[in-house]
T-cell receptor, first 116, second 114 residues
């Protein structure tokens, strides 16, 4: 089974509007971390936001917030006041803290296009 | 320069040739990782290393070899390149300072196997 599922291959949003990118995850590890990364056309992976499984509040970083619904195993990224520079691929990822690998499991990504 | 670097950034090779992708980090992070990125798959773990001289397989290790004789370097070798290994390769590192510590990614190496 996929550990991270991103069901939206592509999304469009009007500039200055908010957009939600969906992410669901699957794990039996009680301790895990959820991450969102942005990959612009230049190719680098840019860390955006982190949510720990024991965090009581949803994470926020500037215009990015994470809508964490633990019971539903979802960790949606909300981008407020979209800007043209937000056009990129967005990846949701999870790290299971109980494993020794410490690696990230990635979803297949969502391509966001911001329309002027 | 501080950070994590990869070389070469672009590489074209032929099937059957040996190719080594280099990764260097200046933070002395314990963990280092190699991922490959392919359309429709996101990033998948090839190998990882928890410390110098400690390496282990990830999700897609076949056809790859790694070594880590020094903390800062983590080269990835394709012993006999195949067309299916055409991909973008990302090296990453992470410290263990806190659970929320992210992985830091290198700029990637685009490999084309003809």
């Amino acid at each position: 089974a996929q550990k991270i599922t991103q069901t939206q291959p592509g999304m469009f949003v009007q500039e200055k509007e908010a957009v939600t990118l969906d992410c669901t995850y699957d794990t039996s590890d009680p301790s895990y971390g959820l991450f969102w990364y942005k990959q612009p056309s230049s190719g680098e992976m840019i860390f955006l936001i982190y949510q720990g499984s024991y965090d009581q509040q949803n994470a926020t970083e500037g215009r990015y917030s994470l809508n964490f619904q633990k019971a539903r195993k979802s960790a949606n990224l909300v981008i407020s006041a979209s800007q043209l520079g937000d056009s990129a691929m967005y990846f949701c990822a999870m790290r299971e803290e109980g494993t020794g690998a410490n690696n990230l499991f990635f979803g297949t990504g969502t391509r966001l296009t911001v329309i002027p | 320069d501080a950070g994590i670097t990869q070389s070469p950034r672009y590489k074209i090779t032929e099937t059957g040739r040996q190719v080594t992708l280099m990764c260097h980090q200046t933070w002395s992070h314990s963990y280092m990782f190699w991922y490959r990125q392919d359309l429709g798959h996101g990033l998948r773990l090839i190998y990882y290393s928890a410390a110098a001289d400690i390496t282990d397989k990830g999700e897609v290790p076949d056809g790859y070899v790694v070594s880590r004789s020094k903390t800062e370097n983590f080269p990835l070798t394709l012993e006999s390149a195949t067309r299916s290994q055409t991909s973008v390769y990302f090296c990453a590192s992470r410290s263990l300072s806190s659970l929320k510590e992210t992985q830091y990614f290198g700029p990637g190496t685009r490999l084309l196997v003809l």
